[in-house]
């Protein structure tokens, strides 16, 4: 089995935060290493698919 670590530090525990990216009007969900805070992975903030399927329910769209 996985068990993912820091490839700075090799820590295994991790934690999110979400992050404004300098010059960017939006935020980002960054995944770090609760040790160090070296970033591991970025996501939207907003679950996107979800935004998707509300809007097309909304406007009566089949998806
Ligand atoms: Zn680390």
């Known amino acids: 089995m996985a068990r993912p670590k ?3 530090c090799d820590h295994t525990r991790f ?6 990216p ?4 939006f935020k980002m ?6 040790k160090c805070g070296a970033i591991v992975g970025m996501a939207d ?3 996107v698919g979800s935004m998707v399927q509300c809007l097309a329910e909304g ?3 089949s998806i």
């Open 6 to 8: 820091c490839p700075k």
């Open 15 to 20: 934690e999110s935060t979400l992050i404004s």
């Open 22 to 25: 300098k010059n960017g009007n």
């Open 29 to 34: 969900l960054a995944v770090h290493c609760a």
């Open 45 to 47: 903030c907003h679950d």
């Open 59 to 61: 406007l009566n769209i």
